[in-house]
């Protein structure tokens, strides 16, 4: 049964990068499937798409935050990685990392991670 | 980017009832929407993908249509379990987009 479970820091001052891992078990990140997602909820808001990415690196990201946003992939140790620069309060959210896959167009998520709590501030 | 407005943003039921939820898109989109459920502190759950297929192990109470711009995700009984908050996602183009999600609340 695949798993999905997000780690980093939960808390992240003002100006510098967050990071967090997203550690695939019970399936192989390097299927040509599937590719590989986070989205983030602010508190008692909606779902946001941050962006994608595939075995082989390539990536797709919101350009809302793209010029912030940096999506690896390890496929040695079956890991991703988001990475988001100059935060902000308004970065403050759970972050969840996610499956999905493409045929004829993009599929649903359909495996999510448990989520975690990062919050901004000094 | 496609726009998804869903309504209502919340809604009152009572256990039995149907309830139905709609989700609109900006453009059309075929049949490339999506329905979670989620339920407080937990991650959101695929329901409904491609408009009106339901995912294994979803019960049957749920069902999903439309295609283009309009779509409706109907729980034909509401049960104890079902009060959560719904959202759509559109899968047709990149960047994804989700709807701003239904509360579906006890009566």
């Known amino acids: 049964q695949l798993q999905l479970q997000e780690s980093g820091p939960g808390l992240v001052k003002p100006s510098e990068t967050l990071s967090l891992t997203c550690t695939v078990s019970?399936?192989?990140?390097?299927?040509?499937?599937?590719?590989w997602g986070w989205i983030r909820q602010p508190p008692g808001k909606g779902l946001d798409w941050i962006g994608t990415i595939y075995y082989s690196g390539t990536t797709y990201y919101n350009p809302s935050l793209k010029s912030r946003v940096t999506i690896s992939v390890d496929t040695s140790k079956n890991q991703f990685s988001l990475k988001l620069s100059s935060v902000t309060a308004a970065d403050t959210a759970v972050y969840y990392c996610?499956?999905?896959?493409?045929?004829?167009?993009?599929?649903?998520?359909?495996?999510w991670g448990q989520g975690t709590l990062v919050t901004v501030s000094s | 980017d496609i726009q998804m407005t869903q309504s209502p943003s919340s809604l009152s039921a009572s256990v039995g009832d149907r309830v139905t939820i709609t989700c609109r898109a900006s453009?059309?989109?075929?049949?490339?929407l999506n329905w979670y459920q989620q339920k407080p502190g937990k991650a959101p759950n695929l329901l409904i993908y491609?408009?009106?297929s339901l995912q294994s192990g979803v019960p049957s109470r749920f069902s999903g249509s439309g295609s283009g711009t309009d779509f409706t995700l109907t729980i034909s009984s509401l049960q104890p379990e079902d009060f959560a908050t719904y959202y759509c996602?559109?899968?047709?183009?990149?960047?994804?987009?989700f709807g701003g999600g239904t509360k579906v609340e006890i009566k």
């Open positions: 019970g399936g192989s990140i390097s299927s040509s499937t599937y590719y």
């Open positions: 453009q059309s989109i075929s049949f490339y």
């Open positions: 491609a408009a009106s």
């Open positions: 996602q559109q899968s047709f183009s990149t960047p994804l987009t």
């Open positions: 996610a499956r999905l896959g493409y045929r004829s167009g993009w599929d649903p998520f359909d495996s």
